[in-house]
């Protein structure tokens, strides 16, 4: 069954501490992207990967840190600099320039 | 400025009723436009995705228009059912991976 998931889909963070988002794909994409979504706002680009070890910063990426080991995987770190973490985090992949990009369910974090 | 406005912000319609959402843009270069339905507490999922070249299409009761001189994207939705309650967003394409812009959406509720 292929698709992209994104874990855990709730997660609670202590301010202060770092915390990771797991973003995973079985649809062999190469471009692999994060977004935030606040209420009544549109979704903001966090980091995007186009290929395995190699990423870029979008327009938010202040705060946030990724990797690219495997083509599958897209983890996002929330570090304690990023002044308001909480939010609706969308992961998303594409096979290709500028075709349709697929969506995970989402990840809601929330500062405590 | 590239930027893409969506409205009316809400919009409330009883069962069985029709209803036009509209999407207006300034994205330059311009590739593509993409319609995607959220539901609440869920990643967006693609309902169409039309080219400079197509000024309509159609996905079961969902269709979409587009004026690419006016810069200008319809979604009209007929005979509305309760699971079209939802948020819809208008994307737009300017080319590449990292450049979709995003509308702030439309959010629906269809009611009995």
């Known amino acids: 069954d292929g698709g992209i998931t994104q874990s855990p889909k709730y997660l609670f963070r202590k301010e202060g501490q770092n915390v990771t988002l797991s973003c995973e794909q079985n649809?062999?994409?190469?471009?692999m992207y994060w977004y935030r979504q606040d209420p009544g706002q549109g979704l903001r680009l966090i980091y995007y990967?186009?290929?395995?070890?190699?990423?870029q910063k979008g327009d938010i990426a202040e705060g946030y840190s990724v990797s690219r080991e495997k083509k599958e995987s897209f983890p996002l770190t929330v570090t304690s600099a990023q002044k308001n973490p909480t939010a609706f985090y969308l992961c998303?992949?594409?096979?290709?320039?500028?075709?349709?990009?697929?969506f995970g369910q989402g990840t809601r974090l929330t500062v405590v | 400025k590239n930027q893409v406005e969506q409205s009316p912000q809400s919009l409330i319609i009883l069962e069985g009723k029709n209803c036009t959402l509209q999407?207006?843009?300034?994205?330059?270069?311009?590739?593509?436009l993409r319609w995607y339905k959220q539901d609440t507490g869920r990643g967006p999922v693609s309902l169409t995705i039309?080219?400079?070249?197509?000024n309509t299409k159609s996905n079961g009761r969902y269709t979409a228009t587009l004026d690419a001189d006016t810069k200008q994207s319809s979604l009209h939705i007929t005979a509305s059912q309760l699971s079209d309650s939802a948020s819809y967003i208008c994307?737009?394409?300017?080319?590449?991976?990292?450049?979709?812009?995003f509308g702030a959406g439309t959010r629906l509720a269809v009611h009995p």
């Open positions: 990967s186009q290929i395995v070890n190699d990423f």
């Open positions: 998303a992949s594409s096979g290709a320039p500028d075709t349709e990009a697929f």
């Open positions: 649809l062999n994409h190469d471009a």
């Open positions: 994307v737009v394409s300017p080319g590449g991976y990292n450049k979709l812009i």
């Open positions: 039309m080219t400079f070249s197509e």
């Open positions: 999407c207006n843009y300034t994205v330059s270069p311009f590739s593509n």
